[in-house]
T-cell receptor
């Protein structure tokens, strides 16, 4: 069983829809949670970074962490065609390491 | 402020050859990590360096190696290339050596390696 599970999609939504992306994890040692966006043939770009249970909002993006359920989510409001990309969840342990464990990524297509 | 720079961006190698990839972190960043991304396995951690010391290594064979220089620039080397080594190799840098609210990890655009 992988430490981080993510539905690979693909997920297709109409422009303006609310998108919900999710990851589950099995290791309670994870302390930091991130969402990256990756466009085709580009490197991952950090969208959200959280380190506690609860919600964090940044513009049209909201990240949610539920440590008791080992479940994280990313919500995208008013989705745009430019949001079409692969979304990767990533997790980091505490302590002296920057090692990230990634989900497989969800491919999102926003149709105009 | 320049981002993480990786060279070369694209390269084609033959089975059995070796390859060296280079990474220049964001100015001031002392932590560099390397990842391999393939369609089947996704993003997998290769190794992590902080102040020229390797702190963590992923589950890859000894053909994969790396190093970090005193200016924080890093290189990774793959010897005796196999077809399965074809992948996007990503370098990431961060300011600190551990997690924290301000310690964001930034990725480069990657080096696309094709082994034929």
């Amino acid at each position: 069983q992988k430490e981080v599970e993510q539905d690979p999609g693909p997920l297709s939504v109409p422009e303006g829809a609310i998108v919900s992306l999710n990851c589950t994890y099995s290791n309670s040692a994870f302390q930091y949670f991130m969402w990256y966006r990756q466009y085709s043939r580009k490197g991952p770009e950090l969208l959200m970074y959280t380190y506690s249970s609860g919600n964090k909002e940044d513009g049209r993006f909201t990240a949610q962490v539920d440590k008791s359920s080992k479940y994280i989510s990313l919500f995208i409001r008013d989705s745009q065609p430019s949001d079409s990309a692969t979304y990767l969840c990533a997790m980091r342990y505490g302590g002296a390491t920057n090692k990230l464990i990634f989900g497989t990524g969800t491919l999102l297509a926003v149709q105009p | 402020k320049a981002g993480v720079t990786q060279t070369p961006r694209y390269l084609i190698k033959t089975r059995g050859q070796q390859v060296t990839l280079s990474c220049s972190p964001i100015s001031g960043h002392r932590s560099v990590s390397w990842y391999q991304q393939t369609p089947g396995q996704g993003l997998q951690f290769l190794f992590e360096y902080f102040s020229e010391t390797q702190r963590n290594k992923g589950n890859f064979p000894g053909r994969f190696s790396g190093r970090q220089f005193s200016n924080s620039r890093s290189e990774m080397n793959v010897s005796t290339l196999e077809l399965g080594d074809s992948a996007l190799y990503l370098c990431a840098s961060s300011l600190l050596g551990q997690g924290g609210s301000g310690n964001t990890i930034y990725f480069g655009e990657g080096s696309w390696l094709t082994v034929v």
